[in-house]
């Protein structure tokens, strides 16, 4: 219990030492984009993007200038209490992807690079351009979730690889193959018991070592084989059902951490809020980001737990199986009523 009642402090002390941007940045500050839609634009100009982000200058005009490709934009709006921009992209006579940059009248600027493509009908080129972006979102959503988003990573790594395991340990073929049945049950209808302790001892599946523990009482009384067989199989069960226990604490600590994450990090950005006075749509920002961690946590949990009861029913299906085999085999095994 001592050492328990250090962790749990300790673990608290890491998230908030984490380097979580899971706070309302951007108060006070320049001109800030979070994200630019639609990222395939067209080369004739037509397309009307939506930047999202804050501190973006507002007027009547806003006094404003938005560039993609080095060109400035038409029709440019500015709403949400500048936290979000509509504006009409340049014609381009060259395609491929172009920085986006927005600067203030007061000079202070931001520019993401690469942030849209003009389309140039090139598949793979375009394709590729998109799997960057969404690379680029998910490392955003790591990086601002911090050392909790961290551990979601360690936890979701192990889930797959688990998952995958226990895909490969629990299959018939490794629990009770079919091969193996025949061949047992040949050399008991003939009465070869140290051939089947052989066989057992040989084939490295489940049941052979539930067979083998009845094997070693042939001859005894039914009820001892029946017993033998029993306490077999229920260790063999315990352990298979340990394996995928694994998946079950998955999905059931990831949405937890998720959790964690996300109230960690609305505390951290009403308390930003709070002391620099800033704006409802930052907060608003801050949030969506906090919830980054409960929708990771979540992606993780779920997936996991569907696997674990899936292998759950395959485990318990084997076990009834098994038990049944295990029954006859208690039977053949028992000496006759004369003895």
Known sequence: MKSGSRVIPLILFLFLLSPSVLRADGIGAGPLIRSVEPVIVSRDGDTRITILGANFETGAPPDIRVEVGGEPCTEVDVNW????????????????????????????????????????????SRNWFLLGIRAKGVWELMRQGGLIMAFLGVLSIFAVAW???????????????REFLDRLSGHIA???????????QQENVVFSRVALAAL?????????????????GSREASHLFQKINYLSNIGVISPMLGLLGTVMGMLMAFRAMGEEGGRSMALAAAIYRALGTTAVGLTIGIPAMACFYY?????????????QVAEELSEALAPGEDQ
């Open 311 to 323: 292998f759950r029913g395959k485990l318990l299906q084997a076990t009834t199986d098994m038990e």
């Open 81 to 124: 209490q500048g936290t979000r921009i509509l504006a009409l992209v340049p014609p381009s006579r060259a395609g491929g992807p172009v920085p986006v940059r927005v600067v203030n009248s007061d000079g202070q600027s931001v520019t993401v690079e690469d942030a849209v493509y003009y389309e140039d009908g090139r598949f793979w």
């Open 216 to 232: 070693r009482k042939a001859g005894e009384p039914p009820h001892k084989i029946r017993d033998a067989s029993q306490a077999a």
């Open 190 to 200: 003939r009465r070869e018991v140290q051939e089947a302790i052989t066989a057992c």
């Open 163 to 177: 998952a995958i395991h226990c895909g490969i340990t629990i299959r018939t073929k490794r629990i009770m193959p």
